[in-house]
């Protein structure tokens, strides 16, 4: 009876099995490719955090420098400190956490594989929100330790590493 | 596995999860605090209303302190695994190593109030600051310490990934004794708020944290993508980010020291500080340009058949016993761990005077290369899902829900939109956790039950 209430649930809450192309990746709670997608995604925000880095050197390699106003560059500074801070250090270190630990200690998988997943996709969808703030004309401008708006949800990956430590 | 054969990648990993999980949430009560003030128009942090106008600052650096031993532990574990494989010596001091990072954890929670000297907290508060944050150096130098005497006397190997792990020694070394000067807090009056401060934790951070990162990324690459990334490549990698990183750096100690203040967007011409400025920004353009060539090499590697062995660098802990890239399942059999560094006790054994002599070929070799899957082996493995990301995409719902709840910032107009954003991401939040509970445990596959 317990089999036959299995089969039912398997009917309406089945399970993905694809375990390559898009939708493998997408439903995938393997460490291994959630610390993948952690590298990938970090990296991304590194290359987009470098680039605001340059843009701060551009306009402070010279006295009154030209190419940047007060208002985008106090944006600019902010996201590069919460970008590289939030959603480059952290996310970089938990790709590593993910991939390596658990071979480490000869493990098959994490202790709750789905809340890893959940983990990752907070902290993508986390950093995709606080870039979309541009989008809305209005990035945070307050320094990455202060009052900026959006500011729960800029954190979002900060809540999603905390996830992540529950589920280690 | 016993916790004291742990690897020392795995013991940072649970020293950072602690550091996490006790950290986060004063952040997280902030942030709810900042929310309702900012959304609802409570009074957490509003002076006029009888706030006290630092609880936010404290509030932030109770997290913001550990956040930084959050970030540099992981590479602080890094550097611990690729020091010893290419030195051929178990690292110098394990216990120690491992219980200054826990010693570094429990002290960084009390040292948060250095970021706050100039605040206005008065002589006693700093002075036991001051104390407690000179303190947190110990452990510091302690791990230092012991990866020079792994270092000495062994057989170096200086590959990209042990030249990463050396620059992450040095840099820290210089932005920890940067760090140990702010814990002088007559001293912290003349840096704060100025470019010292930023050239300390650019050190910290990119000279220490993103180092060991490299440092991983070239060690572990192989593991991962079963292909090696290119050991020219990798030189002019680490020797570009290495000079473009202290040209963009260094000259922002004297800057600092000089007076320029950071966070702001302009400076006047005439202070002694444009010389200084420029290299930094020459710096930072090395530092695009060595970021450029560590693509160009995963580019390379990436295109090239997986034909990196299983264990590259002849090293020393588990993951190095299991097939390059690592198979679905991890192991074909759950490893048996007898010793620290158990993988190099299977492979080596002693002789009379104590080397290192290999065992056997085979001997050491429990692997199989044939292509059979997790499933054919009778492997249970989590199948895969899709409520962790429909939960997930409620709470991005839920997010955007909030921004628009007020779209007058001024104005007491509740946004239509928001509040429907808002609903729906709570729906779609809930119902991917009812999927997620409802959902069995596994599909029934019928081979292996």
């Known amino acids: 009876m317990a089999t036959a209430a299995m089969e039912q649930r398997a009917t309406t809450f089945r399970r993905p099995t694809a375990k390559t192309g898009l939708v493998g990746w997408l439903t995938t709670v393997d460490h291994k490719k959630i610390g993948i997608l952690y590298g990938v995604t970090a990296f991304a925000f590194f290359i987009v955090g470098g680039i605001e880095a340059l843009l701060i050197r551009l306009q402070l390699a010279t006295p009154n420098g030209q190419v940047l106003s007060a208002d985008v560059y106090n944006q600019i500074f902010t996201m590069h400190g919460v970008t590289m801070i939030f959603l480059v250090i952290m996310p970089l270190t938990a790709a590593f956490m993910n991939y390596v630990m658990p071979i480490q200690i000869g493990a098959r998988d994490m202790a709750f594989p789905r809340m890893n997943a959940f983990s990752y996709w907070v902290f993508l969808f986390g950093g995709i929100f606080l870039y979309s703030s541009f989008l809305f004309g209005q990035a945070p401008l307050g320094g990455w330790f202060g009052y900026a708006p959006n500011s729960t949800f800029t954190y979002n990956p900060g809540v999603g590493m905390d996830f992540y430590a529950i589920g280690l | ?449």
């Open chain 2, 1 to 449: 596995m016993t916790l004291l054969r742990m690897p020392v990648f795995t013991w940072m990993t649970f020293v950072t999860a602690f550091l996490l999980l006790f950290a986060l949430p004063v952040l997280a009560v902030g942030l709810f605090e900042l929310t309702f003030d900012r959304l609802f128009g409570a009074n957490f942090f509003d002076v006029t209303a009888g706030a006290d106008p630092i609880l936010w600052q404290h509030l932030f650096w109770v997290f913001g302190h550990p956040e930084v031993y959050i970030m540099i532990l992981p590479s602080f574990g890094i550097v611990s695994e690729v020091l010893p494989v290419f030195s051929r010596k178990p690292l110098f001091g394990y216990a120690a190593v491992v219980f200054a990072g826990a010693a570094i954890a429990f002290i960084g929670f009390g040292v948060w109030a250095h970021h706050m000297f100039a605040a206005g907290l008065g002589p006693i508060a700093n002075t036991g600051f001051a104390l407690s944050s000179m303190v947190i150096a110990v452990p510091t130098g302690i791990k230092i310490f012991n990866w020079v005497a792994t270092m000495w006397g062994g057989r170096l190997r200086l590959t990209t990934p042990m030249l990463f792990a050396i620059g992450l020694v040095a840099q820290f070394t210089i932005g920890g004794l940067s760090g140990v000067t702010h814990a002088i807090a007559p001293h912290d009056y003349q840096q704060t708020d100025t470019y010292y401060i930023v050239a300390h934790f650019h050190y910290v951070l990119f000279g220490g944290g993103m180092f060991g990162i490299f440092a991983g990324l070239y060690y572990w690459w192989p593991k991962v993508f079963g292909r090696l990334l290119d050991e020219r490549l990798g030189k002019w990698n680490f020797w570009s980010l290495f000079v473009g990183f202290n040209l963009a750096f260094f000259p922002m100690h004297l800057a600092g020291l000089w007076g320029q203040p950071r966070r702001t967007y302009v400076y006047p011409a005439g202070m002694g500080w444009d010389l200084m400025n420029l290299l930094s920004t020459l710096g930072a353009f090395v530092i695009a340009l060595s970021v450029v060539i560590f693509l160009a090499n995963v580019v390379i590697a990436q295109r090239r058949p997986m034909d990196a062995p299983a264990d590259p660098w002849d090293g020393r802990t588990l993951e190095w016993a299991t097939d390059s890239p690592t198979p679905e399942h991890n192991f074909h059999e759950v490893p048996i761990v007898h010793a620290r560094d158990d993988w190099w006790h299977k492979k080596y054994e002693e002789d009379k005077e104590g080397r290192p002599v290999r065992v056997p070929a085979g001997a050491a070799d429990d692997r199989d290369q044939l292509e059979v899957g997790a499933r054919e082996r009778g492997i249970h493995l989590p199948d895969p899902s899709y409520w962790p990301i429909v939960a997930a995409s409620g709470v991005l719902l839920l997010g955007y829900g909030a921004v628009f709840l007020k779209p007058d910032p001024t104005g007491t107009a509740w946004g239509v939109g928001g509040i429907v954003l808002a609903a729906l991401g709570v729906i779609v939040f809930l119902s991917g956790f009812f999927g997620w509970v409802l959902e069995p445990l596994e599909e029934p596959h019928g081979s292996h039950r």
